[in-house]
C-alpha cells in the first residue's frame, strides 16, 4: 500500500513559457506489489481524485478542475494501471502502464528509481521509488490554451508527472 503520508503525487507545466508551475494531488487510492526478485510479476494501480489538485493558488486550482482542464465534476477520478515492469538499470525500472484521464486512456511508461528498503521502528517494511513521465495533455483532451503575443502557449503541452512513493508492505487479509 502506498503510505499518503509520506508520498506525492504530482506535477509540472511550463506557464507563460518562462516558468514552471508544480501542483499534486491531495486524495488518491492505490494498490502496489513490488517483487525485487521478480520484477516482471510487480503490478501497481493508482485512482486519483481529480478534485483535489493543489498548487497553492485557490483560483488556479479552481480552473483546474473546471470543464477547461480535468472537468472534475464529469471525471472525477484518473487511473495509472501497471500492465509490465522492466528492469532497466541498477535500481532503475521501467513500468509501463495505461493512464486515463477523462475517459481517454493512453499507454504511458513511468521510469522508477529504488530508493530503498527499511524496516521502521513499528515493524513494518517500507520501500521507496521516485519515478516520473512526461505527456503531451493533448492526447487526453486537456487542450485549453491561450497564445502569447510573442509567441508560443500559456500553458505548454508538455505534462511532467511526478510519483514519489514511500509504499508499506501489508499481510494479506484471510
Known amino acids: 500500500m502506498i503510505d499518503p503520508a509520506h508520498s506525492r503525487i504530482g506535477f509540472s507545466v ?17 494498490r502496489l ?13 493508482i485512482v486519483v ?7 497553492g493558488v485557490e483560483q488556479r486550482d479552481a480552473h483546474l478542475v473546471g470543464r477547461d482542464f480535468l472537468d472534475s465534476a464529469t471525471y472525477p ?3 495509472f494501471a501497471s ?3 522492466q528492469m532497466a538499470g541498477n535500481d532503475v525500472y521501467r513500468m509501463l502502464g495505461d493512464l486515463t484521464i477523462k475517459d481517454a486512456t493512453r499507454p504511458v511508461v513511468l521510469e522508477l528509481t529504488y530508493i ?12 521507496g521509488f521516485d519515478g516520473t513521465t512526461t505527456i503531451d495533455r493533448s492526447d487526453w483532451g486537456l487542450t485549453y490554451n491561450s497564445r502569447l503575443a510573442e509567441g508560443g502557449a500559456m500553458v505548454s ?6 510519483f514519489d512513493i514511500a509504499a508499506i508492505r501489508t499481510m494479506p487479509t484471510t
Do not use: C
Not at 511550463?14 to 491531495?26: D, P, Y
Not at 506489489?33 to 494501480?45: H, L, W
Not at 481524485?49 to 498548487?55: A, L, P, Q
Open 14 to 30: 511550463r506557464h507563460a513559457m518562462v516558468t514552471t508551475v508544480r501542483g499534486s494531488f491531495a486524495e488518491y487510492k492505490s
Open 33 to 45: 506489489y513490488f517483487d525485487g526478485r521478480n520484477p516482471a510479476r510487480s503490478q501497481a494501480e
Open 49 to 55: 481524485s481529480t478534485g483535489s489538485v493543489d498548487t
Open 77 to 79: 477520478r484518473m487511473r
Open 83 to 85: 500492465t509490465a515492469v
Open 116 to 127: 530503498g528498503h527499511v524496516t521502521d521502528p513499528f515493524g513494518y517494511e517500507r520501500v
Open 157 to 162: 503541452e508538455k505534462v511532467r508527472l511526478q
